[in-house]
């Protein structure tokens, strides 16, 4: 019998599982350079609390169980519950503007398709209690900051932006109140009758939107406003946005969305907090992975190791083994296979490994306390004691 990940979900070798890190790392460090914190919650939440929460075609497609406790329960589908209830909980405590960051694993029950997996990793970057424009804007600078780290600029990216209250506002005097949730639906599905279209789309003002001046001359300071794109057809699928809302996508539109998010000022208050204004995105690795992968910007294989310990005969497996040590309380990366090992296939190995320096560890060397060090860069080879290595 032989099994296999479940449909949707990733076994990450190694090579998957550096990639990742990789694209970890830009999202730490940028949200890091802009002075957001690091937070993460539970990945089973209450399923009252995701239902209730999240945007209702998140629901649809809930891992939602039965624990043994008689609880009902959800794996996370978005972040958003979870920090909306982590605020509302201390919201009197923390000083404001609050800025989270996370880079939870969620699930989704969903059909899989390219760019959409029921498991996938999103950076989540919020900012609690800023109404300011600045805030809308710094959130944007963080994202197209992360993408930039790993290689992804103007050329590559944009983003689409609009406001879904407006969008809203225009819905509802068209249409009435009752019809403003299934259209803002079908305006995130591309699903607009051409007659609806007309009306809400193509003869849409963009003055109407106040806020998008603002943005554009932030934007501009932060230096990104070369990348805003004003589309009314950017409403966002989740109901809980209030404001201005955006998503990136690739120049070529040949991918999904890589991230989207805008403001949802009602939240917290929702979740059994004070009114407080809060605005945030979450950017996925699928689909950021396959934007590297199309554009050429995946990185080189990181080398494994600095250095390999080369155990020349038997008896030298010990010594290696105490270089090894040494090695590593000097910071150094440093591994010695298990067994002794030919010359010529230590090189190899050192090679495949990435490996800097081999140090070769031989009797007539080790007998005076010195082992045989090349430099696989310089080629240099030199004798070196074991006491300065
Ligand atoms: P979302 O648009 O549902 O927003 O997801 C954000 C990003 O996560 C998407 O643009 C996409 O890159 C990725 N993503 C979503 N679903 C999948 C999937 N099934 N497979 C692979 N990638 C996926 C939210 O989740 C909001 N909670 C974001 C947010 C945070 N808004 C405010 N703060």
Known sequence: MSFQALPGFRD???EEMALRRHVEAAWHAAAKAAGFEEVEGPPLESLELLKAKSGEAIVEELYAFTDKGGRE??????????VGRMIAARAAALRKPVKWYATPQLFRYQRQQRGRLREHIQWNVDIFGASEIGSDAELLAVALDALRRLGLTEKEVKVRVSHRGVMAERVRTRFGADAVESTLRLIDKGELTPAQAAELLVAFDVAAIPELDGLYAACEDLGVEGFLEFDPRIVRGLAYYTGLVWEIFDRGEKLRAVAGGGRYDMLIERLGGPQMPALGFGMGDVVLTELLRD???????????????????????APARQVVRRLRLAGERAEAPYSP????KAFQLAESSGARRVVLVGPDEWRLGKVKVKDLRSREESVREVDKL
């Open 12 to 14: 990450f070798y190694p």
């Open 73 to 82: 329960v959800a794996l996370r589908a978005e972040l958003t519950p979870t």
């Open 295 to 317: 554009t050429g910007k995946l990185p080189p294989g990181p080398p494994k190791i600095d250095v390999l310990v080369v155990p020349i005969g038997e008896e030298m497996l």
């Open 341 to 344: 090992m030919k010359v010529g």
